[in-house]
């Protein structure tokens, strides 16, 4: 970009560079008494030529022999060039201006800054900290550290929003800072450095081309023109850019112009150009808000056009430039109020740009001192209960370690365009516009039903869903015993998983407090009518038969069968282990058994639902497809007493024995009439 149309703000970044430049103040040792040389270098820079000072610089780094300069000169060079947004180049010769022993700590900040846009993170955060440490009172350094810790947060975890690099709008050169220029969003303004209406002139500040307003329309086949640079009545000499329509009136263009005259420090200006429906642009009028050594810029109009956004360096603000906000009250008023600062919430002590203000009043921004990850995020403000605003950073994909700003949206829908440097696989450019949309969140819930004990597919079996939206149907699975459904956003789910000769499951699911896409995947294990179901995780003290605590919570899942299957009677039956003799485990085993029924009754089952069974160590344990997978035996051994004391190891017999020790419970009848309660 453009770095004095951002210029209102850092570097590259207003139009960009040039609508930020013009806002910048450097950093400068002025105490010192250099040779003439540095000083002519001096003088270009402290005009915002930065790529012609980075060259007079450079030549002078050769030439200088004071070493006390010579690393002033370094520092100088390494501002030019992040100024010029040559982040790898500026990192290096910020490392040199640091090993020279560059006095100003400040010079640990922009080095972590060019760290941080070279996705450094670890390395940026501890320079950050290092200078915090050396400027103990000034916050930024530790703010920049966590958003380094942040930004990699966000890189691992993604936001739904899908971009794409729009080829079709941008070229070799810088592209940024698009607006949708028609009702029905088919035209596009957006400013490039690419060869405009006066020709390719070089920008003494960026080294760019001069900055030009260019237009594209949406054709039948729905693909972009080839974009065209809007008339002269709007492209100057100067850099222009930054293009906004007033309101929901496409016939007042409000863009940025950012004059250079030699050995003069002028501001970016707003202006106006006018046309009727169906004609060209003809009249241009600059909008007296401000002095023209006091930069304004990136305006952006409420759909009703009465209020404007833009950003200023004017006095008074809380940094760099911030963001302000001027009223009128009507559409073709050319009287506008007195600028009001946005305030703390939305400015800081770094640089606020780019504002888009949405016909919701949300409020759109870029910023480079807002924890973010890296040179300039953008940010969402919306209005809290108490009236104030609460920033969000739009985080990873829209934002990236590299510039990122210049949003806009189509009306009301969750896409648009935004403008990035990054350069990631199909940027063409120094600065190129992305498309972005979010898509609807899908939820599905997917899975498989198996038989619980051989594990293999339950095919065919019928799924009844409802939801608290209302949603009642079945659905059958397939014959491998997979479904899948898509599930609604904002509901609570219940289903019933249903097949003769098996019991009835049921699961919970649950959208209501999704705030992305997911699939539930869920595996749905049938227990067989015909065969005992052991009721796992039920413990006893040696030789007790109460229930441990920790036992209520499987059994409470028990109670959950019943009710779902509320026409079973069930055998509660308790099995011991081969220790000790035949009568005593087949004691403890009934009073075992009879501990669970009495747990089940307390829970609300019919006492005529439930037999309680012990049945000592006379039914030893017959090894499923199941226990094999966890247990060193094979499917159909028998754990009887006489396998079990041939086993090799003490371990192996123990496990067995562990096996052994079980509840289980196996139904009765199918045909259970529930009692009516008068």
Not at 32 to 59: G, I
Not at 443 to 465: A, H, N, Y
């Amino acid at each position: 970009m453009n770095y004095r149309l951002l210029s209102i703000f850092d570097s590259k970044r207003m139009l960009r560079l040039v609508f930020i430049l013009a806002f910048v103040f450097p950093l400068t040792l002025s105490a010192q008494e250099w040779s003439k040389v540095t000083k002519r270098c001096d003088a270009v820079y402290e005009t915002n030529e930065f790529f012609k000072a980075y060259n007079m610089y450079k030549e002078a780094y050769k030439k200088v022999e004071n070493k006390q300069e010579k690393t002033y000169i370094a520092f100088q060079m390494a501002q030019c060039l992040r100024f010029m947004n040559q982040t790898v180049k500026a990192e290096a010769a910020y490392l040199r201006a640091i090993t020279r022993g560059y006095p100003d700590p400040m010079v640990y900040y922009y080095y972590a800054e060019m760290l941080k846009k070279n996705t450094k993170y670890t390395e940026a955060a501890q320079n950050f900290e290092e200078y915090s440490k050396r400027v103990p009172g000034d916050k930024k350094g530790t703010e920049a550290a966590v958003g380094c810790r942040m930004a990699a947060e966000w890189m691992a975890s993604p936001t739904r929003y899908v971009i794409e690099n729009r080829k079709e709008l941008n070229s070799k050169e810088g592209e940024f800072a698009a607006a949708y220029a028609s009702a029905d969003f088919d035209v596009i303004y957006f400013t490039s450095t690419r060869t405009g209406i006066h020709g390719n002139k070089i920008n003494p500040v960026t080294g760019d081309n001069y900055t030009d307003i260019f237009e594209t329309r949406l054709e039948k086949k729905g693909t972009w023109s080839k974009p065209e640079a809007v008339n002269d009545t709007v492209n100057s000499v100067n850099d222009d850019g930054t293009p906004a329509f007033g309101g929901d009136n496409f016939n007042n263009l409000y863009f940025t112009r950012c004059k250079i005259v030699r050995g003069m420090k002028l501001g970016c200006q707003i202006y106006l150009a006018r046309r009727q429906p169906g004609d060209d642009w003809l009249n241009v009028d600059g909008l007296a808000i401000a002095h023209d050594s006091i930069s304004i810029a990136h305006p952006t109009l409420s759909k009703d056009g009465l209020t404007m956004y833009f950003v200023s360096d004017m006095a008074g603000g809380f940094g760099g430039n911030d963001i302000y906000m001027i009223t009128r009250k009507s559409k073709t008023s050319n009287k506008w109020e007195a600028p009001v600062n946005m305030g703390m919430d939305i400015n800081t002590a770094g640089n606020e740009v780019f504002p888009f203000i949405r016909e919701n009043g949300i409020l759109y921004f870029a910023s480079d001192y807002h924890p973010g990850m890296g040179g300039l995020d953008i940010f969402k403000a919306t209005r809290g209960e108490d009236d104030r605003w609460v920033v969000e950073n739009m985080r990873y994909p829209i934002n990236s370690p590299a510039d990122d700003f210049a949003i806009v949206f189509k009306g009301n829908k969750e896409e648009g365009l935004f403008s990035s440097s990054r350069k990631a696989e199909g940027a063409k450019g120094k600065d190129d516009i992305y498309s972005f949309v979010l898509p609807p969140m899908e939820f599905i819930l997917e899975g498989r039903i198996i038989d619980d004990q051989s594990e293999k597919s339950v095919p065919s079996t019928r799924i009844k869903i409802m939801g608290s939206d209302g949603t009642d149907l079945d659905i059958t699975t397939k014959e491998d015993g997979s479904f899948r459904y898509k599930l609604n956003p904002h509901t609570d789910y219940v289903y019933v998983v249903k097949k003769e000769g098996y019991l009835n499951s049921r699961e919970k699911v649950s959208t209501a407090e999704m705030a992305d896409s997911k699939t539930f995947t869920h595996t749905i294990r049938m227990s067989s009518i015909t065969s005992p179901v052991e009721v796992e995780n039920v413990f006893y003290d040696f030789g007790k038969w109460e229930l441990r605590e920790e036992s209520k919570k499987e059994l409470d899942h028990l109670v959950q069968i019943l009710n779902t299957n509320p026409n079973i009677t069930i055998e509660l039956g308790s099995h011991t282990d081969m220790v000790g003799d035949s009568l005593s485990n087949m004691i403890l085993s009934q009073r075992r058994a009879q501990s669970v029924v009495d747990y089940l009754l307390q829970k609300g089952i019919a006492k005529d639902r439930l037999v309680a069974k012990g049945y000592g160590k006379s039914v030893p344990k017959t090894i499923t497809a199941k226990l094999a997978k966890s247990y060193p035996f094979k499917e159909g051994d028998v754990l009887t007493e006489d396998y079990i004391r041939q086993l090799a190891t003490d371990e192996l017999k123990e496990k067995a024995n562990q096996i052994n020790r079980r509840t289980e419970f196996k139904v009765l009848s199918t045909n259970y009439i529930p009692e009516i309660e008068d």
